[in-house]
């Protein structure tokens, strides 16, 4: 599997706090069949994004994996004045791997009334747009017609693999099978901030997913769909063909 979305370089935001802390949550990621993980600090006004810094950590960090998991970059990409000017103004800064696609992230408290114009102005400039858990954000849960509309207009959805299993609670829960059950769901990634409640693995979510609505549909969301990013590949547009959910869940 690739995670596309984690918070596995310690000291950068609120994810790992020690170098033994980001190489603990690597462990438990290959533990789980994770084979790449892309590094995602956070980038807001509580937390500095440091391009160089996060280069030099996860160097570090790969030498001590030796092989075992492939560590990439990005950005937790808060959607904000500041941070959409340096976008355009260098597309490849906050993306992953530099190749263009970009976490965005959104408040709790407002959505820019001109998000999709935005959007288009980053897709112009080179970003291809994924936006993170909207399941877990109350304003997006509210208006599942202003996400249809995005993903129409060629962005990405990205849910937390947390969510599914219902760790988010039950309203996150719910809102991700909507977005599963209408394909309007394009990755499945762990956000992964500790080894507890957040923690990298997503073995038993892909078992969820496959058992829920098949072995592609889960394939697509936790392996080819984010080999595409981490490569800086392009993805078909709109929605996924969405799957024939079953009768009898599998549960594990």
Known sequence: MVDI???VLWGMDDGARSLE???AMLEMAVSGGTTDIVATPHANAVYEFQPALIAERRAELQLHMEGRIRIHTGCDFHLHLDNIQASLADSKKFSVNGLGWVLVEFGDFAIFPNTEEIFTRMRSAGMHIIVT???RN???R???ARLERWVSS???LQVTGGSVLGTFGAEARKFAETLLDKGLAHFLA???HDLQRRSPRLDHVRAHVAGRYGEEYADALLRTNPQAVIEG???PSGPLPPPEKRWFPFWR
């Open 154 to 156: 060629g962005a990405f």
């Open 233 to 235: 590949r392009a993805l």
């Open 142 to 144: 509210s208006d599942l």
């Open 138 to 140: 109350w304003l997006l």
């Open 5 to 7: 979305h984690s918070h």
């Open 190 to 192: 762990s956000d992964a």
């Open 21 to 23: 802390n980001s190489l």
């Open 133 to 135: 858990h909207p399941e």
